[in-house]
Nanobody, 124 residues
């Protein structure tokens, strides 16, 4: 079993920054990619960013490109999402997910394990 726990969410003003963390624990043998998704109120969950095990490959949704940066520390089994220049459209619950096929997937079905989410609220 694999567990993912997100942290770092909160209430911020437009233009502020936040860094989310996701710690992976449990039976994590093998290389795995990580992804961040978010779900705004009344909307479907959407892809934000993904990163492969080697961290040399990353992929971003157009809506966050240039503002968000995904990174990982494999020694700490932790993935990060640095979010800069936040705006109210970034409000939502942010989820991290693990893909043991080590892809750069943008679809929920490509990820086997999910965290419970952390709330990010951006006020104008």
């Amino acid at each position: 079993q694999v567990q993912l726990v997100e942290s770092g969410g909160g209430l911020v003003l437009a233009g502020d920054s936040l860094r989310l963390s996701c710690v992976v624990s449990g039976r994590t043998i093998g290389r795995y990619a990580m992804g961040w998704f978010r779900q705004a109120p009344g909307k479907v969950r959407e892809f934000v960013a993904s990163i492969r095990w080697s961290a040399g490959n990353t992929y971003y949704a157009d809506s966050v490109k240039g503002r968000f940066t995904i990174s990982r520390d494999n020694a700490k089994s932790t993935v990060y999402l640095q979010m800069n220049s936040l705006n109210p459209d970034d409000t939502g619950v942010y989820y991290c997910a693990a893909d043991f096929q080590n892809g750069l997937g943008t679809k929920e079905r490509e990820y086997e394990y999910w965290g419970q989410g952390t709330q990010v609220t951006v006020s104008s």
